[in-house]
């Protein structure tokens, strides 16, 4: 048993050393690999998300101020909403791209397909919420003119 345990020992520690490549070194304008390939679309998905959360903030800002100039009627404010409608739209987008990566379900292609597919509904959903933004702030442009 110990002679077993030295030989593994043993092995392992003449056994070459396996580069692994940072995440960082992708080359994204040529990958050249599917871990490439998948290392660049978790990265176009992150930038994606860090944009729409960039929106989110100022949306979320702009929500609770319309909140404040308008009258309750006991319906869901502004903010209210636009939460439920976010939370709901997460969950949409993970089963959604779920569903899209099991088109290479267990291969190395499905981390791409998931990622691509949430880098493509981020990317509308960062458009939707600047409409929404924009219709919010023109909107309450409005309302504080008329008063």
């Given at each position: ?32 690999t599917q871990a ?94 600047r ?17």
């Amino acid at each position: 048993m110990i002679a077993l345990s030295l030989a593994t020992a043993l092995a392992t520690a003449l056994a070459p050393q396996v580069a692994i490549p940072a995440r960082e070194a992708a080359d994204c304008a040529e990958p050249l690999t599917q871990a490439a390939m998948n290392i660049c679309a978790v990265q176009d998905y992150a930038r994606a998300d860090a944009e729409l959360n960039r929106v989110w903030r100022e949306l979320r800002i702009v929500a609770k101020c319309a909140d404040e100039h308008t009258r309750a009627d006991g319906r869901p404010g502004h903010w209210a909403s636009l939460l439920e409608a976010q939370r709901a739209w997460l969950g949409y987008r993970d089963a959604h791209c779920r569903l899209v990566g099991y088109d290479a379900r267990g291969g190395s292609l499905e981390p791409m397909l998931v990622s691509g597919c949430k880098t493509e509904l981020t990317r509308a959903r960062t458009q939707r919420m600047r409409e929404l933004l924009t219709n919010q702030v023109s909107g309450e442009a409005k309302a504080g003119a008329e008063k």
